[in-house]
């Protein structure tokens, strides 16, 4: 059993780290193993539209969206963090997330999935609202946490001393952690997910 979490900020150990970090830990003494992947600080390539995913299975690109799509077929579920920029996510966190759901939705499909953001003042609801967008689109089972899921700080340090934000971090791993083990017992009880009618898309367009 093991969750994924993706620092979608440029910087490698900084705030949105330390917030993964209180995730990670509060998880590992619930007996779940997380992973910290970050996503570095060069350019990440945008979703183009291309559709080539549809058919090859795979993001066009062969970079950290297909590393992470394959780790998803293992993974018990998905935490995403990211900064706060202008009151919303990051450019590199939605670029990645475009290409991971357009490319690997199917795989998030019954996945626990969360979003966690971090901010020096303000902004975190929005950001957070953003991201958490994505995971209502993919059939992805969202926890939830004692608040919102951010944390306040210019530095790791600051976030350090924000003791309700990283409180918060520590509740929803506990959620998670309760997730998995539950969706565990209750596959091996035979309780099984629910089969999936094939999508309807209806444009509003005549």
């Known amino acids: 059993m093991g969750i994924l979490l993706i620092n979608g900020s440029p910087r490698k150990d900084g ?27 060069k350019p990440m390539q945008d979703c183009i539209a291309c559709g080539s995913c549809y058919k090859t299975g795979k993001c066009a690109f062969d970079d950290i ?5 394959a780790k998803l077929d293992t993974a018990d579920g998905i935490v995403i963090g990211s900064p706060v920029y202008y009151g919303g996510p990051n450019g590199r966190i939605t670029s990645f ?16 999935a969360a979003s966690v953001v971090s901010c020096r003042r303000g902004g975190a609801t929005a950001a957070y609202e953003r991201l958490n967008m994505y995971f209502g689109m993919l059939n992805c089972m969202i926890p939830a946490s004692q608040y919102w899921n951010q944390v306040h700080g210019f530095s790791a340090e600051d976030v350090e001393k924000d003791a309700e934000g990283l ?31 094939a999508h309807i898309f209806t444009n509003f367009i005549n």
Request: aromatic letters at 4%; proline letters at 1%; a neutral charge.
């Open 15 to 41: 705030c949105t780290n330390r917030a993964l970090e209180e995730v990670k830990n509060q998880l590992s003494k619930n007996g779940i193993e997380g992973e910290i992947i970050w996503l570095g600080n």
């Open 167 to 197: 409180q918060t971090m520590r509740v929803l791993a506990d959620n998670i952690a309760w997730l998995v083990k539950n969706r565990k017992a209750g596959e091996e009880a035979g309780v099984k997910m629910p089969e999936r009618d």
């Open 97 to 112: 997330m475009d290409r991971l759901s357009y490319s690997a939705g199917a795989k998030l499909d019954g996945k626990i």
């Open 65 to 69: 969206v297909n590393e992470v799509a």
